[in-house]
T-cell receptor
Framework: DTEVTQTPKHLVMGMTNKKSLKCEQH?????MYWYKQKAKKPPELMFV???????INESVPSRFSPECPNSSLLNLHLHALQPEDSALYLC????????????FGPGTRLTVL | GEDVEQSLFLSVREGDSSVINCTYT??????LYWYKQEPGAGLQLLTY?????DMKQDQRLTVLLNKKDKHLSLRIADTQTGDSAIYFC????????????FGGGTRLMVKP
């Protein structure tokens, strides 16, 4: 089983809203990732969690707040977003502990009005 | 520096072979990957190759790696309309964070 699940599939929010994106995997992976993907562009890395600790933050604005409650779950809390934050948000996971293969979820399509 | 480049677009007829090319600049890559993305979907891992290999075959897919020229290719045999998608190559430098550097993606269109 190489499945990463993400909810919701679509999300529309206003600039004053607070919402959260969720990601889950049951492959026993210890590294999890958030990516942002704009149309016709490759994914851009936002955050990396390794063994439930934030190991990389790619200079992401503080209106995006990641959280890793346990080794299977990864959240992305959203607050006071801007219309330019509208994108496909992808979660990925990998075994962790060294160079290895990332498996991606289906993504959440976010629209900020 | 790190840079991965792909051609933007490829059009083939159903039943033909497709070859998608990728060039990269960093010779310290550990793994190289091919991902497929259909419209509105996430990235599906198609295949990967270790940097110490020259070729890998998996059913209709053949990956060729030329380390001297830093060139990676994906050949899809007997291309089907369901193969129409964007294909991303990516390199893993084996650094902290297991970070991937993606190419810009190649849109494959398969005509019936």
């Amino acid at each position: 089983d190489t499945e990463v699940t993400q909810t919701p599939k679509h999300l529309v929010m206003g600039m004053t809203n607070k919402k959260s994106l969720k990601c889950e995997q049951h492959m026993g992976h210890r590294a999890m990732y958030w990516y942002k993907q704009k149309a016709k562009k490759p994914p851009e890395l936002m955050f990396v969690y390794s063994y439930e600790k934030l190991s990389i933050n790619e200079s992401v604005p503080s209106r995006f707040s990641p959280e890793c409650p346990n080794s299977s779950l990864l959240n992305l809390h959203l607050h006071a977003l801007q219309p330019e934050d509208s994108a496909l948000y992808l979660c990925a996971s990998s075994q962790g502990g060294g160079p290895d293969t990332q498996y991606f979820g289906p993504g959440t399509r976010l629209t900020v009005l | 520096g790190e840079d991965v480049e792909q051609s933007l677009f490829l059009s083939v007829r159903e039943g033909d072979s497709s070859v998608i090319n990728c060039t990269y600049t960093d010779s310290s890559s550990t793994y190289l990957y091919w991902y497929k993305q259909e419209p509105g979907a996430g990235l599906q891992l198609l295949t990967y190759i270790f940097s110490n290999m020259d070729m890998k075959q998996d059913q209709r897919l053949t990956v060729l790696l030329n380390k001297k020229d830093k060139h990676l290719s994906l050949r899809i045999a007997d291309t089907q309309t369901g193969d129409s998608a964007i294909y991303f190559c990516a390199e893993n430098l084996g650094n902290a964070g297991n970070m991937l550097t993606f190419g810009g993606g190649t849109r494959l269109m398969v005509k019936p």
